[in-house]
């Protein structure tokens, strides 16, 4: 495994504060759709345009929704047919679908 390329200090805290930037717009998006102000079919539009959403694990999303926990998003996962690792920006328009019809029970 090759190792990282070294980086200046500034380059580093520079990739810090990018990550730190990142976990929190990444929070904000899951508290959105645990409070119902950002629905899963708006989140799934966004990710084309939002880097945050779209690097977002599938499962992650799903366990974000109120009415799932763990158990139950892993469950929609398999019935659909997606790989737990798959990100949101890798779905396929027939994934998509399938996503909302199956979560809007």
Same mark, same amino acid.
């Given at each position: 495994?090759?190792?990282?390329?070294?980086?200046?200090?500034?380059?580093?805290? +520079?990739?810090?504060?990018?990550?730190?930037?990142? @976990?929190?717009?990444? +929070?904000? !998006?899951?508290?959105?759709?645990?409070? *119902?102000?950002?629905?899963?079919? $708006? /989140?799934?539009? =966004? +990710? /084309?345009?939002? $880097?945050?959403? *779209?690097?977002? =694990?599938?499962?992650?999303?799903?366990?974000?929704?109120?009415?799932? *926990?763990?158990?139950?998003?892993? @469950?929609?996962?398999?019935?659909? *047919? !997606?790989? $737990?690792?798959?990100?949101?920006?890798?779905?396929? !328009?027939?994934?998509?679908?399938?996503?909302?019809?199956?979560?809007? =029970?």
């Amino acid at each position: 495994m090759p190792t990282p390329p070294a980086l200046t200090p500034e380059q580093r805290a +520079a990739a810090l504060a990018k990550a730190a930037k990142v @976990r929190k717009d990444r +929070a904000l !998006i899951k508290r959105q759709l645990k409070d *119902g102000s950002l629905s899963l079919a $708006e /989140a799934l539009d =966004r +990710a /084309a345009t939002d $880097e945050v959403i *779209g690097k977002m =694990r599938v499962l992650v999303l799903l366990e974000s929704l109120p009415a799932l *926990g763990k158990v139950k998003a892993r @469950r929609v996962l398999d019935q659909v *047919g !997606i790989a $737990e690792s798959r990100r949101v920006q890798g779905l396929g !328009i027939h994934q998509r679908v399938d996503l909302l019809r199956v979560t809007s =029970r």
